[in-house]
């Protein structure tokens, strides 16, 4: 709109000046005369040529002002190759520039023709040319250095328009072009995809291509021959999404750009996840790391789905799937069994159930259900039971998965307790209050205190659980919660009561921008940090007398000054809070608070009951629609591990 503004207003002033002359009977001006040859490259040349491997010369047009003579104007030509890395050699391929271009008499725009050997150059290779005339017979109404890039595109087929999802980064999804490799039927490219995704959110900067290959036994990437089917390499891409406190843009990694040891299994989320009938792929699924330049970044790394690429024409299979527990049953042969009822996709055929320890990883409980190597309960839609085995007590989980043709296609995991094997380590305390500051602000609500039952492990002292905090959080609803067969209990680590740890957990309610999670600060940078130099300078919460505190810090603007809010207040924060739609700071009021049932008094839990019931979670989140700022809360630690879903992987 401010274009379309500034536009009309220059043909404003244009048409004043164009009446102004038209109405001067007098017209004293003298026009300038043109001196010298005054010749030049158009402003309009491209800043690229793209050669035709089939042929062995170009022109490029050279114009000049002054047409009155006959002239040979001397060029000069300066070719630079592709920079490489340190200790390999540049390709330079023959190109062949005149020294000199040649006006007739009248002429205003003569050609100059390069010549060049074809097979010299590798695709997409492009070296740096300046093309430059004699300044002497230059002019300022165009260029007398043309800069341009030059090489042979590779052979691309358009083979239509496909989807390119991007779940980690982005979140979101767009279609585009995708391209195969005429010369090289594995490798595949689609055109601008961060542009697609992002529109006019970056900065102009992000890569043309994303180009993909699929690897086959015996191909070499770094250190690693490659010995499996389906595996997938794609090059680096910039995102084009500069990240300001940083000062660079975000790139997309392979795993094995940054670690050359890097196993095959450990690249085996980027990968052919299914293909179509005429041999092309018809998903594909990348497992990037977003980095800075200089190493640092967001290392997303060994999780599925966080890019999904759809080829043109191919329909996915329906391998949905959503479970939730139910509970535990007994045979009468004293079987023990965990029951789920069970939501498939209409494709989700062969499908098998497990259970095992909670921290067991679900992706190598599916391969090697995949494999044969451990023996699984097949179920089918509705209620599931899942064998427990004898010696199984404490923290479990049933492992779904489903396959197709053998292929791990989806994973779904339902966590659980049981101790019928064993003694619950859990043990009330009694009822404490607890000061919500992660989610109520994040509605325009403020810090809501409330009593929640307490409990302590008695096999680790020190360790303590919330039971239900925000499932019982007064004015949530069943529409609310993300499975209401599960309790989502907060644990907290105070073990060590000057290093307490609110590690990231699920809350188990969700409003509508997916399952939220939260965790305190200190816990979130235990992931680039050891516990000691985090608890030396203060990241960690404190246990004082009963009661649990957390620190508080500032948000910082780029030149590390407090950010202000609209009133003049320091911006705070005691933790974080995850959704579908990223991150955001949490606890701005620093009033976080648990008070352990030993320590509450009956003065605070009549207040607590008061502020409780006329909260009513903030009165249905204020009547906000579930609506609020998130770009005033969002934070820079949105680029993050993706999380594992309770429900749903």
């Not at 699929?214 to 090059?235: A, E, H, Q, S």
Request: charged share 20%; with cysteine; glycine share 8%.
């Amino acid at each position: 709109m401010k274009i379309n503004k500034l536009f009309f207003g220059l043909l404003a002033v244009a048409g004043l000046l164009f009446t102004a002359c038209h109405e001067n009977d007098d017209d004293d001006y003298k026009w300038a005369t043109v001196s010298g040859e005054q010749v030049f490259f158009d402003f309009s040349l491209p800043s690229r040529v793209d050669l035709d491997k089939d042929a062995n010369s170009f022109t490029i047009p050279l114009k000049r002002l002054n047409t009155s003579s006959a002239i040979t104007v001397p060029l000069t030509a300066t070719l630079t190759p592709t920079p490489v890395e340190e200790g390999q050699t540049p390709t330079i391929p023959e190109v062949t520039f005149p020294t000199s271009a040649t006006f007739n008499a009248g002429q205003a725009e003569t050609t100059i023709t390069i010549n060049y050997d074809p097979a010299t150059f590798k695709y997409d290779d492009y070296v740096s040319v300046d093309l430059a005339v004699d300044n002497a017979q230059a002019t300022n109404y165009g260029k007398n250095i043309y800069k341009f890039g030059l090489g042979i595109p590779s052979p691309l087929e358009l083979l239509g328009t496909g989807v390119f999802a991007e779940n980690y980064w982005f979140g979101l999804e767009a279609e585009v072009e995708i391209y195969q490799n005429t010369e090289n039927r594995n490798e595949f490219r689609i055109k601008d995809p961060f542009g697609a995704l992002a529109d006019d959110g970056l900065d102009g900067n992000q890569s043309e291509w994303l180009v993909f290959r699929i690897l086959k036994p015996g191909d070499v990437l770094g250190n690693l021959t490659i010995t499996m089917n389906d595996l997938v390499y794609f090059d680096v891409i910039n995102t084009g999404d500069f990240q300001k406190t940083y000062g660079a843009d975000a790139y997309m990694y392979h795993p094995v750009d940054m670690a050359s040891k890097y196993t095959e299994e450990g690249m085996s989320h980027s990968r052919v996840l299914a293909y179509q009938d005429n041999g092309l792929p018809g998903q594909v699924q990348l497992d990037p790391a977003y980095l800075l330049p200089d190493g640092r970044g967001w290392n997303g790394w060994g999780d599925d789905g966080q890019v999904i690429i759809t080829f043109p024409d191919y329909v996915p299979l329906d391998m949905a799937a959503e479970a939730h527990y139910e509970g535990i049953f007994t045979n009468v042969e004293e079987q023990v069994f965990a029951v789920a009822n069970l939501k498939l996709g209409k494709d989700a055929t062969d499908v098998r159930a497990v259970v095992v320890p909670l921290d067991a990883d679900a992706d190598a409980v599916a391969d090697a259900i995949a494999s044969g190597d451990l023996e699984a309960t097949e179920v089918t839609t509705g209620r599931i039971e899942v064998p427990v085995g004898e010696d199984m007590t404490g923290k479990l989980q049933i492992v779904i998965v489903m396959l197709y043709e053998g292929k791990v296609m989806n994973i779904v995991t339902v966590p659980f307790e049981y101790y019928g094997g064993g003694k619950n380590p859990w043990q009330s305390l009694g009822m404490g209050l607890y000061t919500d500051d992660f989610i109520l602000p994040l509605f325009g609500g403020q810090p809501v205190t409330y009593e929640v039952e307490v409990q302590e492990n008695t096999e680790t002292p020190g360790l303590y659980r919330m039971v239900k905090p925000y499932v019982t959080l007064p004015g949530v609803t069943e529409n609310d919660l993300v499975d209401p067969s599960q309790p989502f209990n907060i644990e907290i680590d105070a073990t060590d009561p000057d290093g307490v740890i609110l590690n990231e957990q699920p809350i188990g309610l969700d409003f509508g921008y997916g399952p939220m999670y939260i965790c305190s600060y200190g816990a979130y940078m235990l992931s680039e940090y050891d516990f000691a130099t985090l608890k030396q300078y203060g990241f960690f919460g404190a246990l004082r007398n009963g009661t649990i505190l957390l620190p508080t810090f500032r948000r910082l603007n780029e030149d590390n000054t407090p950010k202000l809010d609209e009133d003049g207040n320091e911006m705070l924060y005691q933790g974080l809070v995850f959704d579908d739609d990223g991150g955001y700071y949490a606890c701005p009021n620093g009033a976080f608070k648990l008070v352990l049932p030993e320590a509450v008094t009956q003065e605070a839990k009549a207040k607590a009951k008061k502020m409780a019931k006329a909260n009513q979670f903030a009165l249905r989140l204020a009547a906000s629609g579930k609506k609020f700022d998130s770009q005033k809360a969002r934070c820079e630690m949105n680029r993050r591990l993706p999380i594992k879903k309770i429900v749903n992987k």
